[in-house]
T-cell receptor
């Protein structure tokens, strides 16, 4: 299994540009998550999904959109990039069954908006 | 206000020392996780706890639900344990501490 994969690893965007961060998992996990990690801060949940076709906002959803058309993929869309979105983005997945919530993380995408 | 507080923020230890990292939380939870983030940035799940104690090799994690507190212990620390250790709790969503940066000196 490849686990959780993210692309790209690095990206520089200009203010106002848009992009999609890709996330895929091959573990048949039903839950998927997008987090951002700012320097010196804890991970913050942006959006999550409990299954294909179902998404919900996390703690910091403004400026982002997601979709979950398949179990495997959970892309994160930035429509109008702003410097405040400069961060490292982590995608994660977990299988919710019998109370198990262990999360598996992707390697991260480092995004700079200038 | 953070739902999850960790202490200490930074920790330097000599190789072989016993290390304790603490985590306190303020929300009702269904599970608590300890994660390890290496300097390269990758995040790995170490433990998931809902009660009691778990042990994996030199790592031990405990949780006291009544006191809303968890500890991560590392016995016989080694330089390869140098990383950021993150406490996370699952309430209606996941909340994360800011992490404890551990450096183990040979």
């Amino acid at each position: 299994n490849a686990g959780v994969t993210q692309t790209p690893k690095f990206r520089i965007l200009k203010i106002g540009q848009s992009m999609t961060l890709q996330c895929a998992q091959d573990m048949n996990h039903n839950y998927m998550y997008w987090y951002r990690q700012d320097p010196g801060m804890g991970l913050k949940l942006i959006y999550y999904s409990v299954g294909a076709g179902i998404t919900d906002k996390g703690e910091v959803p403004n400026g982002y959109n997601v979709s979950r058309s398949t179990t495997e993929d959970f892309p994160l869309r930035l429509e109008l990039a702003a410097p405040s979105q400069t961060s490292v983005y982590f995608c994660a997945s977990s299988y919710f069954g019998q109370g198990s919530y262990e999360q598996y993380f992707g390697p991260g995408t480092r995004l700079t908006v200038t | 206000k953070n739902e999850v507080e960790q202490s200490p923020q930074n920790l330097t230890a000599q190789e072989g020392e016993f290390i304790t990292i603490n985590c306190s939380y303020s929300v009702g939870i269904s599970a608590l996780h300890w994660l390890q983030q290496h300097p390269g940035g990758g995040i790995v799940s170490l433990f998931m706890l809902s009660s009691g104690k778990k042990k994996h090799g030199r790592l031990i994690a405990t949780i006291n639900i009544q006191e809303k507190h968890s500890s991560l212990h590392i016995t016989a620390s080694h330089p390869r344990d140098s990383a950021v250790y993150i406490c996370a709790v699952r309430s209606h969503q996941f909340y994360f501490g800011t992490g404890t940066s551990l450096t183990v000196i040979p």
